[in-house]
């Protein structure tokens, strides 16, 4: 996701919580190995947009996933974010 515009990021996450929603984890196995990009960009980007959206992509992805799978992956998370 690199050089996009911060409105784009944002709603591209916002698009990967509607899917999951929709269709599940299931129908949506490719998302795990976005996870660690998505931890990136919550911890290199400033705005506020992408902040929230991400927090709630890992929030949703752990409600289908569970903390087994999605905790190691957080590990890069700050832990400001991590509240």
Request: hydrophobic letters at 45%; charged letters at 30%; proline letters at 4%.
């Amino acid at each position: 996701m690199k050089g996009k515009i911060a409105k784009n990021i944002a709603y591209y996450l916002t698009v990967i919580i509607e899917l999951l929603g929709i269709y599940g984890i299931k129908k949506m196995k490719y998302l795990k190995p976005y996870i660690p990009e998505i931890v990136k960009l919550l911890n290199d980007k400033k705005d506020v947009a992408i902040k929230n959206e991400g927090v709630n992509v890992l929030k949703e992805a752990y409600k289908w996933l569970g903390k087994d799978v999605i905790s190691p992956m957080l590990g890069d998370l700050k832990e400001a974010l991590k509240k």
